[in-house]
Structures are given as structure tokens and as C-alpha cells.
């Protein structure tokens, strides 16, 4: 019989499955990961930033493409909407 604990670490491991292993091919996710990084440079650039380093982080979240932009001391993060395909961009800081 299993334990509660056990039970409730099954739990989440089920609830988690989803968002971990999404089946996308590793074409899909280059795809995105460009789409992250054109779109989060666009805004960069409209910001001010001349030609800074973008990190695309290779998943994101479920809902998020994320990446990091960094131009000498200026650095932002820039929110991807998966859904959206819309980004934000933080203050320079």
C-alpha cells in the first residue's frame, strides 16, 4: 500500500508531465527559440539597445518564451507570449 507521501510525489509528478515533455520537434523548438530572439532583438532595438547579446532560454515556460538581452551594463529580460507571440521588455536599467 502506498504511503501518503508516495502518493502525493506521484501527484505531482502527474500534474508536472505536461508542461515538461511537451511533444514539439527539435525543429519546432528551434523555430521558436528564433522567433524568441527576432522578436525580443525587434524590441530591444526600439528600445535603444544597438546590438545586444540575446539568451534564449531553450524552453521557456508553459506559457513564456524568455530571454535575456545584455548591451555593456544595460540588461532587460524580455517575455514571449507563447499564445500571443507578443514580447515586454524591462526598463533599462
Do not use: N
Amino acid at each position: 500500500m502506498p504511503t501518503p507521501r508516495a502518493i502525493l510525489a506521484l501527484a505531482a509528478v502527474a500534474v508536472m508531465a505536461p508542461t515538461v515533455g511537451h511533444a514539439s520537434s527539435p525543429g519546432a523548438w528551434d523555430a521558436f527559440r528564433a522567433d524568441v530572439r527576432a522578436r525580443c532583438l525587434a524590441a530591444a532595438q526600439a528600445g535603444g539597445m544597438k546590438a545586444p547579446e540575446v539568451l534564449v532560454h531553450p524552453i521557456g515556460t508553459q506559457a513564456y518564451g524568455i530571454a535575456v538581452l545584455r548591451e555593456g551594463a544595460d540588461k532587460r529580460i524580455c517575455i514571449y507570449g507563447k499564445q500571443t507571440k507578443t514580447v515586454e521588455l524591462t526598463p533599462a536599467t
